[in-house]
């Protein structure tokens, strides 16, 4: 099974400044079609999430331009340029590569 | 727009059964899979299971395979997990999710507990 790895778990940034989270993978996410299955999430307290990122670098519609996705192979960051007070929540990777398999999270919190 | 609405959550006894609906609105009911994610309190998120739109083709996470069943009936427009022998570490909110998993359901809560 490929395990997906994030970090750091919690986070604390001041407003206005920016925010970096790592997700690393146990095997490649390079798929047979040359694709990276790799999305980020948003999750609110009492909500349900929200797709940020799909493929690696490609924002959802409605997304704002504070957030980027990078990364290759097995390692993938989530920027947010300068974090507003409605970034705060846990924040998820999930691999579609391998089958699916989220990581454990990231909780931002505003400092 | 897309509408996934999740119904059939409760108390289940541990060993028990339990059947959860996911009633989808607003896209082409056959042209997309439906996942099945969860997350048990105040932890993170699962990918549970996921029945590909030929209707034939299902895949299951390791910790449900053999005990849970997904389904769905194309004349109500409604997807089903069945989840049989039950566990506590089943104890979770379970979220439907159309396939690409831009779009959710709020959840339902399957709480096992004897």
């Known amino acids: 099974d490929v395990v997906v790895t994030q970090s750091p778990l919690s986070l604390a940034v001041t407003l206005g400044q920016p925010a970096s989270i790592s997700c690393r993978s146990s095997?490649?996410?390079?798929?047979?079609?040359?694709?990276?299955?790799l999305d980020w999430f948003h999750q609110r307290p009492g909500q349900s999430p929200r797709r940020l990122i799909y493929?690696?670098?490609n924002r959802d519609a409605g997304v704002p331009d504070r957030f980027s996705g990078s990364g290759s192979g097995t390692d993938f960051t989530l920027k947010i340029s300068r974090v507003e007070a409605e970034d705060v929540g846990v924040y998820y990777c999930?691999?579609?590569?391998?089958?699916?398999?989220f990581g454990q999270g990231t909780k931002l919190e505003i400092k | 727009q897309v509408q996934l609405v999740e119904s059939g959550g409760g108390v289940v006894q541990p060993g028990g059964s339990l059947r959860v609906s996911c009633a989808a609105s607003?896209?082409?009911?056959?042209?997309?899979?439906i996942h099945w994610v969860r997350q048990a309190p105040g932890k993170g998120l699962e990918w549970v299971a996921f029945?590909?739109?030929?209707?034939?083709?299902?895949f299951y996470a390791d910790s449900v395979e053999g005990r849970f069943t997904v389904s769905r009936d194309t004349s109500k427009t409604t997807h089903f997990l069945q989840m049989d022998s039950l566990r506590t570490e089943d104890t979770a909110v379970y979220f439907c999710?159309?396939?690409?998993?831009?779009?959710w359901g709020q959840g339902t809560l399957v709480t096992v507990s004897s």
């Open positions: 095997q490649s996410l390079v798929n047979y079609d040359g694709n990276t299955y």
């Open positions: 493929r690696v670098s």
């Open positions: 607003g896209f082409t009911f056959t042209n997309y899979g």
């Open positions: 029945f590909r739109s030929d209707a034939i083709n299902a």
């Open positions: 999930l691999q579609g590569t391998h089958l699916y398999s």
């Open positions: 999710v159309r396939e690409y998993f831009q779009d």
